[in-house]
């Protein structure tokens, strides 16, 4: 009877609730999260694990490496991308199963495939996929004769080498990132699409409106908040993707052509054993996933007024 | 008889296997106001969105000014609808919101101001124009929606239940309002609504619809003196005409016209022996409910008339106010 008591008090039970994910929160969130500052401003190694703070000397050394800033750069084109295909694939999926027709379902399902793969076998099945030399897609232009003959579309050789042109390498990080991404965006497009009162866009047919007025000046506007919620999302995977890059490329083609922020990161500070350096490249996550969370946080907000 | 404005011929609108509208005639003069009268699932709404253009007739013609438009898009047609929701676009202010069609139309800048001035100082919306439809009321809406309708001078007004979103107090003020309002414009206008209240008050004449077809389609007075079956009897009027069966007939009449029998005058008022059950008293008149036989009945007196609840009394109706009844079609019987 006592101890339903104390359950019944909602100061008690509150604080006690929330105590495991607090806990969680603070020691595999919190700690690693300043432990990453601590490493970045010290010379700590995996061989030699006593901090010493040395400043912003790995903050210095890393704006100077050439693999930094390429790793840098390659981020945020990866991001801004994938993100931008996304939304516009996204957008067609999502018009395209608002409507019916026969075999709907199975369009869905095949839609909604790449979100149900751990994207690490995702990736390897891409890794067959982009082969240099067993390349289904590569064989498919062969079989067109688009590959493999002189003065061929695509070139003599008999095989494009996705994975080992730096150019071709990048499309294919790409590539992935979408491939992933669609499902989710798709969903979430179609929930908000859903949302829009049907009289409204009837209104908008009476008042005239042809369909690219009506997806430019009320369609759109009125998916501004979901379309937000996607782009935050797709960014947010995005950026922080490690899996992608390393197991299709392990960041290369040499040097670097596909090396990101996570990859870079992990390379130096657990393969290669310079913590210090590894947590400073990490630590330039943070403006941008901040200011990331912060548009989040505030778009919530005003959902939760309206 | 003016030549008609709208008309539809023979109009039809199957769902699969559902007939929403089975049939139906209908001319509607310039610059009158029909009003589609009839429950839910009557089919009044969707004859609306047929003459809207947002369904095509499964079969039939719908005519405007003399055009055959079943082919012809919403916007071509020459009409503007008032939706029930009033459909603003809430990110757009009361301004743009009536501009839009007009914008659409790709009408320079000083016109567009011009006309939306015009149409918003006729609802007297005019110092709303910079708000956001959140931030007007459900009335102030229901005007910003009718003047987006009016804003492009439609040949033809449609209206799909726009009162019935407002506070009862306001819809009272808005019907009046708005007849005022359509008279003056002039534009003809096909008005929908389930409300028989609204429909009397507002109608030039009134088609009472039921599943699909038109029942009767009249002024307010014939509808309401001389229903043209039990549907309309029933439906139009609050309370609805009493029925009680006499030689093989269904025999109707108002409430109103149930009297206490030395009330009653004029020549051979059909006696009834009529015993109260109830009494309610609405302030300034009574609605008194009671049996003739095994048929419920309900009489509308003023509130002086004394009767006790448990008695019973013998009231009169005049000859010329009962109507007949075809016991199995409802179909009036004349005489």
Redesign the interface.
Known sequence: MKARRILDREDILAPLLLLPTGLYIVLFVGFPFVMSFVYSISNVTVGNPHIKIIGLKNFISLLQDVAFRTSLVNTFIFTVVSVSLVIVLAHILAELLLRDFRGKWFVRFIVLMPWTAPIALGAIGFLWFLDSVFSPIDWFLRMLGLLGKPGALFGPASNLYWLGRPGLAMASVILVHVWRLLPLATVILIAGMNSI?K??I????????GYF?RLF??NL??LFPVIGVTVLFATFFTFTDMTVVWILTRGGPPPNATQVLASLSFLTGIEGGDLAQGAAIAIFFFPVLAGLAIIVLKLAKKAVVT | MRMAYVELRGIKKHFDTVKAVDGIDLQIAEGEIVVLLGPSGSGKTTLMRLC?G?ERPTAGEIVINGEVVNDV???ERG???V???Y?????KTVFKNIA??LI??GLPRQEIRKKVEWASGLLGIGHLLDRMPSQVSGGEKQRVAIA?ALVRRPRVLLMDEPLSNLDAKVRHTARVELKKFQQEIGVTTIYVTHDQAEAMGLGDRIAVMSDGRVRQIGTPEDIYRDPADTFVAGFVGIPPMNFVERNGMIVGFRPELFLPADSAQGAEPMILRFKVVRVENLGSFKLVYGTIGDARVVANLPVRIPLDEGKEYDFAVRREDLRYYNKQTGMRIKG
């Open positions: 009162p009289e409204i009837e209104a908008a047919q009476m008042d005239g409106a007025r000046h009320i506007p009125l | 809207a947002l898009p919403p916007r009409i503007a609808m939706f029930q929701s459909a603003l676009y809430p990110h839009f069609p659409v139309e987006r």
